[in-house]
T-cell receptor
């Protein structure tokens, strides 16, 4: 089946530093990748959608200069949290879809990255 | 109206019972419907998808879709404690080529 990996699975950093999270589709080409954030006991919140080779589309309220997304290839997307602050501590999850269309195309999730900013 | 709505629960059923999870959606043009399971501290895992009206069965899981009522459900037969998780309904939104998730229903299966 479709496998999506994320690295690292857990990261602790100091306030003010930047953290990069990688998301890879291992056995399919991901035309579209998504980044979500989830706070404890809350629902998934979509942060941005990226298509390979294009700029990411950010959801309202998500700062694109703080959360840098690069989808440079069909198997890799990265999320960089710049100048991280404690309120950025959360569970970051990527997902990937093989096709461009949302219809009839499942999204497969990576295992998530737990970020803690001290 | 939210694009995808689910009862947040918690829904509690005894072991061996049928758990029924419901989801409604607002866009009549939606064509694809997905159920994901998310264990605490883990990422969502796809368990079923359904595209046509009616029932679709996979093991102990049955997805039911009624496009006229804009309603999709997931039935879990012979519920097990290991089914205890949050179940997320996801629906494609054609106008923006997107998929939206409901807030999830937390299911607890008591031994």
């Amino acid at each position: 089946g479709a496998v999506v990996s994320q690295h690292p699975s857990r990261v602790i950093c100091k306030s003010g530093t930047s953290v990069k999270i990688e998301c890879r589709s291992l056995d399919f080409q991901a035309t579209t990748m998504f980044w979500y954030r989830q706070f404890p006991k809350q629902s998934l919140m979509l942060m941005a959608t990226s298509n390979e080779g294009s700029k990411a589309t950010y959801e309202q309220g998500v700062e694109k200069d703080k959360f840098l997304i690069n989808h440079a290839s069909l198997t890799l997307s990265t999320l960089t949290v710049t100048s991280a602050h404690p309120e950025d501590s959360s569970f970051y999850i990527c997902s990937a879809r093989e096709g461009l269309a949302a219809s009839y195309n499942e999204q497969f999730f990576g295992p998530g990255t737990r970020l803690t900013v001290l | 109206q939210k694009e995808v709505e689910q009862n947040s629960g918690p829904l509690s059923v005894p072991e061996g019972a049928i758990a029924s999870l419901n989801c409604t959606y607002s866009d009549r043009g939606s064509q694809s419907f997905f159920w994901y399971r998310q264990y605490s501290g883990k990422s969502p895992e796809l368990i079923m998808f359904i595209y046509s009206n009616g029932d679709k069965e996979d093991g102990r899981f049955t997805a039911q879709l009624n496009k006229a009522s804009q309603y999709v459900s997931l039935l879990i037969r012979d519920s097990q404690p290991s089914d205890s998780a949050t179940y997320l309904c996801a629906v494609n939104i054609p106008r923006n080529n997107d998929m939206r998730f409901g807030a999830g229903t937390r299911l607890t299966v008591k031994p």
